[in-house]
């Protein structure tokens, strides 16, 4: 995992200095020709996922009758902000295994040749040949989808495929390819296709601004430059304030250049954020966002969650989650469980159990490939339009070379934590600085960032050193630490010894009484440990549910919850004994807080069977 990652860092760093010092006969294609292996890791292991890596000679003359065919539900042929629409490829001579179609935006994208640059595409892999395919595509399928396809024996052969397709604002093309994902041969391509409404107000999510809960904030992501509203709670209304960011905002290097500098940008359209204020905490309200000129998202009821104080809480917490595409498609970034895991949140939210949610690092796995923003936003919104939505940051959100970035991999595409902090504004400090605190209920939360600097003399560690230390213990009688990499896991390769070392003692010193966790992606529970020793185990209460009793309180009690979507970690043969529960399942943790009970259950999103419980007790 990170220590991998390390060695990955190592390993290009090696290479960019032997490409400096390369002799008049060698090229640089000798000098990294093998390294695939290595740099795949950078985009992830499936041949899609290398596409930008391959050669792209022209194949338009082996069907020279290739039709690309898009049915969409809008007579006018444009496109809806949401549909599954079929593309229908015609005129092909041999269908192959290898037939394959990918969905191009903005479709002026140049496929047909690329920049001569080999240390463009250093990063994403083999290097052996160039041009290659310049822009990389938002989702793809193989032809086989279609059964009928391969059995075709006439000589204009056809087939049919599903793609679900999202408001991205810019144009979008499909474009038929032969020679599968690792010999691409360009065909053919359709024409452009529109949105019927590019400017569209979309993609709203709720996050809390304090602890009151008199306010909420309502982001929303759009085509227009121009302010828009919220009117909510009948009559009131906010005018949004706008923001977007740029393809310079990316982080990159001269010698390794980033997906979201060059080949994995989209552009993010205007990113509007209104605050709906005079609100009553625990309250239903509605409310709707737009404008006459671009058109109005539907009625929305949300909840407020509780204000910090009063005495009861439902939230529910996770990390690790991404996207999981609703369609057949090979995408850049594929996490399996996110949709059964949003899917079963969903339920709960409609069921009025939830106040709020808590996703802690590693939220879309966009990692540069901007695009992808927004399919993880369309995921989410029935969720996170309708409660409060508070964010971690984590590495796959900003961690890049020479970005400021603890953690120097390459982990976030270039991203470096702009993406992130422009679609989920939380209540922090400044640019930057992504660590807050908010109290609801009988909870305070102090949620930290494990990318940031945290050593004993930073600004963020005076931060948690005095936010823990100001809690009011009789006002919020349960604090939570919240943050993306674990300290206590079993894969230790993820656990850094110099953050345990720096921050743990400050969680002893303010009795916190739980510390949540994601970036391994399972789930794990310990006995009240510190310094890698238990210092007292649960005991089991009268339905046999592991209970911690902290009026006697001796250390906090870890939890990893990094099991929401991501491709599940495996646990070792052999684990340390402060280790008691280990779940390999996706799902996601399900707390509900009194002032003297904690309650905590692992849900797990296809059964909805619950596979842990345990109480903290006061």
Not at 243 to 268: I, V
Not at 351 to 365: A, K, L, P, R, T
Not at 369 to 387: C, K, T, Y
């Amino acid at each position: 995992m990170e220590s991998n990652n390390r060695w990955i860092l190592k390993y290009v760093l090696l290479m960019i200095m032997c490409v400096k010092c390369l002799s008049a006969d060698a090229t640089l294609e000798d000098v990294i020709r093998k390294s695939s292996r290595v740099h795949r890791n950078f985009t992830a292991l499936s041949e899609f996922r290398t596409i930008n890596r391959r050669v792209l000679p022209d194949c338009s003359a082996s069907s020279p009758n290739l039709k690309l065919m898009v049915n969409v539900s809008s007579s006018n042929s444009s496109l809806s902000d949401d549909e599954f629409i079929t593309v229908t490829v015609s005129g092909v001579s041999r269908p192959s295994n290898g037939d394959w179609v990918a969905m191009i935006s903005p479709s002026n994208s140049n496929v047909n040749t690329c920049l001569h640059s080999e240390l463009y595409y250093v990063q994403t892999g083999d290097i052996a040949k160039l041009p290659l395919l310049c822009h990389y595509p938002v989702k793809a399928q193989v032809m086989s989808n279609d059964p009928n396809y391969l059995n075709c024996k006439s000589k204009a052969c056809s087939g049919s495929i599903k793609f679900h397709v999202i408001n991205i604002r810019t144009d979008i093309e499909f474009v038929f390819f032969t020679g599968g994902f690792l010999t691409p041969c360009f065909v053919g391509r359709s024409k452009p296709l529109t949105f019927s409404n590019p400017k569209r107000p979309l993609y709203g999510h709720l996050s809390s601004t304090d602890s009151t809960s008199t306010s909420m904030r309502l982001t929303w992501v759009s085509g227009d430059n121009q302010p828009q509203q919220v009117q909510y709670a009948n009559g009131k209304s906010a005018t949004s304030v706008i923001t977007t960011f740029s393809q310079d905002d990316m982080c990159s290097s001269a010698l390794l250049p980033s997906p979201a500098k060059d080949f994995g940008w989209h552009d993010p359209g205007y990113i509007h954020s209104a605050v709906m204020t005079g609100l009553s905490p625990s309250t239903t309200f509605n409310y709707r966002y737009g404008s006459d000129s671009v058109g109005w998202s539907e009625q929305i009821k949300f909840l407020t969650p509780p204000a910090g104080g009063s005495d009861e809480l439902r939230f529910i917490t996770y990390g690790d989650m991404g996207k999981t595409p609703l369609d057949d498609s090979q995408e850049h970034y594929i996490q399996p469980g996110a949709l059964s895991v949003i899917s079963a949140i969903d339920e709960e939210v409609k069921s009025e159990n939830v106040d709020s949610v808590f996703h802690i690092g590693d939220i879309s796995y966009a990692t540069g490939f901007l695009a992808e923003w927004d399919f993880f936003l369309s995921l989410i919104n029935p969720v996170a339009s309708r409660v409060s939505y508070m964010t971690a940051i984590g590495n796959h959100e900003r961690d890049y070379v020479n970005s400021g970035s603890v953690y120097i991999t390459p982990d976030s595409g270039g991203e470096c934590g702009v993406a992130y902090e422009t679609y989920f504004p939380m209540p922090t400090s400044a640019k930057d600085k992504p660590w807050y605190s908010i109290e609801q209920a009988s909870v305070h939360f102090t949620v930290i960032s494990t990318e940031h600097d945290w050593s004993q003399n930073s600004e963020q560690y005076a931060w948690m050193k005095k936010d823990m230390a100001s809690v009011n213990r009789q006002k919020t009688p349960w604090l939570i630490f919240m943050g993306h990499r674990p300290m206590y896991t079993s894969d230790h390769s993820s656990a850094d010894k110099n953050f345990v070392a720096a921050v743990e003692p400050l969680l002893l010193a303010n009795k916190v009484d739980l510390v949540l966790f994601g970036h391994v992606h399972n789930y794990e529970r310990t006995c009240s440990v510190y310094q890698n020793q238990c210092k007292a185990m649960p005991k089991k209460d009268s339905k046999g549910v592991d209970t911690y009793d902290h009026r006697n309180y001796s250390a906090p009690v870890h939890v990893v919850v990094g099991n929401a979507g991501f491709t599940l970690d495996q646990f070792p043969s052999s684990v340390d004994n402060w280790s008691l529960i280990r779940i390999s399942e996706f799902g996601y943790l399900r707390a509900h807080a009194t002032r003297n009970d904690l309650s905590l259950e692992l849900v797990t999103a296809d059964t909805k069977e619950v596979k842990d419980s345990f109480h903290i007790t006061k």
